[in-house]
């Protein structure tokens, strides 16, 4: 019954592949979000997603592309890997009113060799 | 734009010491104030929370109170125990705005 999943937990791969994070969450959120976490703790907001739609783009390099098939589920989607994607992502779920408190899935660790 | 700033750590501390990390914020308007924590090889867990003026969050032993006129959440604990070792997020989210803008974060360590 987790509230906020993503798979995989760890990943590690070769520069120049692509590669897939998934996230889920059953609270019944409107709004999901992917934050990026460097190796020295710092997060930053990459996207953010509300009932499908794009609101916020980061300036993340265009090599990273969120897909929202569902309002429960938003993937990440990284092309042609670089040692600098080498972070943490987290996916975070809100409701778009009232409280908007956000709630974390577990982070997926990226690794790129 | 919107900004926090967090006490640099990290912090190291004995058992049933008394705690503060400050943080201070920078924002338009009235923003909603988080303390989130992260405990080691994990994902970030929502500590306390306060959306405005005066308001106090506090949860597990834990208080921050939402000061508006010195723009500021510190976090306090009066007895910290081994297990709260971890690192410490302040984030504000400002209306509208849908994201949240942490700090640096701040890694406590109690020693026993």
């Known amino acids: 019954d987790t509230a906020v999943s993503q798979t995989p937990k760890y990943l590690v791969t070769q520069m120049g592949n692509d590669k897939s994070i998934k996230c889920e969450q059953n609270?019944?959120?409107?709004?999901m979000y992917w934050y990026k976490q460097d190796s020295k703790k710092f997060l930053k907001i990459m996207f953010s997603?509300?009932?499908?739609?794009?609101?916020i783009n980061e300036t993340v390099p265009n090599r990273f592309s969120p897909k929202s098939p569902d309002k429960a589920h938003l993937n990440l989607h990284i092309n042609s890997l670089e040692l600098g994607d080498s972070a943490v992502y987290f996916c975070?779920?809100?409701?778009?009113?009232?409280?908007?408190?956000?709630?974390f899935g577990p982070g997926t660790r990226l690794l790129v060799l | 734009g919107d900004s926090v700033t967090q006490m640099e750590g990290p912090v190291t501390l004995s058992e049933e010491a008394f705690l503060t990390i400050n943080c201070t914020y920078t924002?338009?308007?009235?923003?909603?104030l988080f303390w989130y924590v992260q405990y080691p090889g994990e994902g970030l867990q929502l500590l306390l929370k306060?959306?405005?003026?005066?308001d106090k969050g506090s949860n597990k032993g834990f208080e921050a109170t939402y000061r508006k006129e010195t723009t500021s959440f510190h976090l306090e604990k009066g007895s910290v125990q081994v297990s709260d070792s971890a690192v410490y997020f302040c984030?504000?989210?400002?209306?509208?705005?849908?994201?949240?803008?942490f700090g640096t974060g701040t890694r406590l360590t109690i020693i026993p």
């Open positions: 306060a959306t405005k003026a005066d």
């Open positions: 924002a338009t308007g009235y923003p909603s």
């Open positions: 984030a504000l989210n400002n209306f509208g705005n849908e994201k949240l803008t």
């Open positions: 997603y509300n009932n499908k739609e794009l609101i």
């Open positions: 975070a779920s809100s409701q778009a009113s009232g409280d908007e408190t956000q709630y």
């Open positions: 609270l019944g959120h409107d709004t």
